[in-house]
């Protein structure tokens, strides 16, 4: 045996072949995740909305609150039948990348429809919102170039500064201070990469403030928008800051607001052209269906209409219900933390939830730091006003609520407020 405990390179495995040390190696590195409790599965939720059967659940008709499916329209009957009549229309698949044969009428369409909305020249679609900040990423942070990312940046962003070129520096969360005096020492073309809305925290972005940073640095500013459902909006004056123009490049998603799946990349014409012609991820990738550019160019319609409006003043009082009744009044996104601290008590606290019927993920290491483990919970403008109210009275319920800036399970458990930071300020994986 090993010094793991597991049979070594060439012993009899469990059904006599010989164990590699490829197989060693891969048990090891199970056990090690599973040792640490974070051993993980996917879990089958057979829902069409935030009701549905969850596989292993002993409650029937769970709702989920851990979609992003903000304004519900990945039901929405319109964005269905856009997908129906490009599936009868185009089939199944693209086929091919968009530079060979990949590309049908409706990728232009939604791509023009896109650029409309973010106010831009141009706009690219690419297969996932990750790979849209790989793509920008490995573009112009190439030589010569260097990032500035957020601390509490996505994974996506994490991981195209990791396949950069260019030299990366973290600076703290929201500390415009802090970038605009590593701005200063900027070695080479600086491009500055933020989300708008921070995926396990929900708070924003101040949008201004580094407009006005990025504009007397001349840096480029990326903005991943994937979560900004409910703003913050850029300022109407963007395109000019305190040094003049100022080159803004604008990352988002058809997963979430539009309830697709695709991700894009708005911008100015020329950038947009050198995307299509460096981008791995678009050279080399299948095109995205055309059922699911259909499905999100009908769901753009929607969030342009008035009906959209309507969806997202519902998803507003949704945040502003359960944010009430964590002391996080004003809260700007649909994504409400509850941050418990230890990974057990995070991991209770969902199991609680899930025996009333109600799904919320404890969200825990790696995704976020050690000590903040939590409770993630999204809200959608799918839920009825009935499904937010149970969520509340069974956060009380849990000893789940409280007042601003006091644990809720104790002095141990940590703020309400989402403190979670990459570990040192380092870029780790979430």
Known sequence: MSATGLPGPGAAGPFGAAVTGWQQWVEASCRRVDAAGQWRRPRTFDARGPVGHLTGAAATGVVSFASNDYLGLSTHPAVAAAAHAALDRWGAGSGASRLV??????????????AGWKGCERAVLLPTGFAANLS?????AAEG???????????????GCRAARAGVTVYRHGDLDQLDEQLGRSPGRPVVVTDTVFSMDGDAADLEGLVEVTGRHGALLVLDEAHAVLGPELPADAAGGAAGVVDILRVGTLSKTLGSLGGFVAGPSRFIELLENRARP???????????????????????????????ARLRRHVARVSAVLGRDGHPSPIVPVVIGEESR?????????????????????TVPPGTSRLRVTLSAAHTDDQVDRLVAALAGLGLSGP?????LGAAAGPLAGTGRRTGGAVVAP
């Open 101 to 114: 044969t990949g590309s049908r009428p409706v990728h232009a369409d939604l791509e023009a429809a896109l």
């Open 136 to 140: 920008v990423l490995e573009v112009f």
């Open 145 to 159: 170039a260097h990032v500035f990312s957020d601390e509490l940046n996505h994974a996506s962003i994490i991981d």
């Open 282 to 312: 678009y050279i080399f990738t299948t095109a995205p269906t055309p059922a699911d550019a259909a499905a999100g160019r009908a769901a753009l319609e929607v969030v342009r209409s008035a009906e959209g409006d309507e969806l997202r």
């Open 346 to 366: 995070a991991v209770e606290a969902s199991a609680d939830l899930l025996e009333l019927g109600l799904w919320v993920p404890a969200i825990r290491p790696p």
């Open 404 to 408: 601003s800036g006091e644990s809720p």
